[in-house]
């Protein structure tokens, strides 16, 4: 079974310029997450699908943050224009369902905003 | 709100060492626990979980005990290895959190030869 995929896995970019993420999840697995960790930290959830619907977003700093999972399947997190302080590792999860509580990760992107 | 409070690294042992890291936790319901892992420049990966209060999870030698009554999930190993070198993270879910996971702050463990 093929795991959750990312890319890109790095990306540097200057401040104020934009970068998009992209995920793609276990093939059946309903519930998506994005997750941001900066470095000596746990993961901080961004934002919670189920299928193509958004369960939680509360923690996206909407202002220069958005995500997408427009057919239930990939989705984007896109941040513009970037701060210094969004350097971090940006993670993807899926889980089966919305209470199957098991979460499966991706490798990451690390983005650093110089 | 609920949270997951794990001992503070880094943590340090020889190899063949026994590893305790403590975690507690708060919540208003019945939660699931989980142990994940990260290991140098890599996503994480659920080491082990458990579901209700006494179950034990297990895997690659690492157990944890789901103990209720002292809101505890503490991982341990008989005998460590460089290769146990990671970080682990305690983390629980449950429906009063949308099933969301709550993270401790992670523990480095150094193992060294």
């Known amino acids: 079974e093929a795991g959750v995929a990312q890319s890109p896995r790095y990306k540097i970019i200057e401040k104020r310029q934009s970068v998009a993420f992209w995920c793609n999840p276990i093939?059946?697995?309903?519930?998506l997450y994005w997750y941001q960790q900066i470095l000596g930290q746990g993961p901080k959830l961004l934002i919670q699908f189920q299928n193509n619907g958004v369960v939680d977003d509360s923690q996206l700093p909407k202002d220069r943050f958005s995500a997408e999972r427009l057919k239930g399947v990939d989705s984007t997190l896109k941040i513009q224009p970037a701060k210094l302080e969004d350097s971090a590792v940006y993670l993807c999860?899926?889980?089966?369902?919305?209470?199957?509580?098991?979460?499966?990760f991706g490798p990451g992107t690390r983005l650093t905003v110089l | 709100g609920d949270s997951v409070t794990q001992m503070e690294g880094p943590v340090t042992l020889s190899e063949e060492a026994f590893l305790t890291i403590n975690c507690t936790y708060t919540?208003?319901?019945?939660?699931?626990l989980f142990w994940y892992v990260q290991y140098p420049g890599e996503g994480l990966q659920l080491l082990l979980k458990?579901?209700?209060a006494d179950d034990k999870g297990s895997n690659k030698g690492f157990e944890a005990t789901y103990r209720k009554e002292t809101t505890s999930f503490h991982l341990e190993k008989g005998s460590v290895q460089v290769s146990d070198s990671a970080v682990y993270f305690c983390?629980?879910?449950?429906?009063?959190?949308?099933?969301?996971?709550?993270w401790g702050a992670g523990t480095k463990l150094i193992i060294k030869p």
């Open positions: 919540a208003t319901g019945y939660p699931s």
């Open positions: 983390a629980l879910s449950e429906v009063n959190s949308n099933y969301q996971l709550i």
């Open positions: 999860a899926s889980s089966l369902d919305l209470s199957y509580n098991e979460q499966f």
């Open positions: 458990a579901t209700k």
């Open positions: 093939s059946g697995h309903a519930t």
